[in-house]
């Protein structure tokens, strides 16, 4: 049985189980209506019930429930629920981090203050999939705020998408994103040209890289060793690639298969050929 804690507003409240004695965020249409606290709770079959007695990378639900306008917390849940007529699997329990980081970003639209999301053009190449489901929220705050949210913006939301579609960490997704670009802007500078992110070359490349970390990670390793052929016939990729490789392993914090630099540095010799042939 669950009994009202507080009243957040008409589509959510915080109730606690009397058996487990525990706290939930409880959100569904009117749930909240016209309730007080230590009435009882009727569950319907619509209603999303969230733990907040856990608390992860992802953020202290309680905390974060106490802080921020229950808005953003319907905000984020309706980007979830419309995640899931895309994805097999949706995590809601990013609902708080999301909730978190659209107030702050509201906040941020509302003061007129300008961010850029450097990396956005390889998040919506990495993570298309969740860049266009994270498009849901433009509406969303158009009604409910009346604020018009930046594409940079929802580049961001789009990270926590992928964390609550994949078993990724949205550090590890900031981690895929930032390699390609370290990458990118290395060959840009060598080449003193711009890459095209609509070559096939750049989304063959992105996609190794995005392997890689999860190799990386998890401690994977590779059977074809391809260093030395590659070190003779590609130096300059080769250095580029042993310089991101480890980057990304001591951001990451586990030490990389040097068999990794070989492979890279083929994908980074791709990319430079197209560019110079341009």
Partial sequence: MYKIKKVLNHNSVIAVDTDALVEYLIMGKG??????????LV????????????????????EIVKHVDPVFLEIAEAVLQHAETIFDVVDHNIVFPMADHLEYAAKRIADREQISNPLLNDIKILFHAEYKTAEIVRPLLKEKLNLDISD???GYVAL?????????????????????????????????????????????????????????????????????????????????????????????????DQLEIGYLAMHIERVKADVMDV
């Fill in 31 to 40: 749930v909240g209506f016209g309730m007080k606290p230590t009435q009882e």
């Fill in 43 to 62: 569950i319907t079959p619509d209603s999303k019930i969230f733990s907040l007695a856990e608390s992860s990378e992802r953020g202290n639900a309680k």
């Fill in 152 to 154: 940079d913006e929802i």
């Fill in 160 to 256: 926590h998408i992928h964390s609550a579609t994949s078993s990724d960490k949205i550090s590890q997704s900031i981690e895929t994103a930032q390699a390609v670009r370290n990458c990118i802007s290395k060959i840009e500078e060598i080449t003193q040209k711009t890459i095209s992110v609509d070559s096939l070359s750049y989304n063959r490349m992105m996609n190794h890289i995005r392997y890689m970390v999860a190799r990386i990670q998890k401690s994977e390793p590779l059977k074809l060793d391809m260093n030395d052929y590659v070190l003779n016939a590609f130096p300059q990729s080769f250095e580029i690639a042993k310089s991101i490789c480890e980057e990304l392993s001591n951001s990451i914090g586990s030490p990389f």
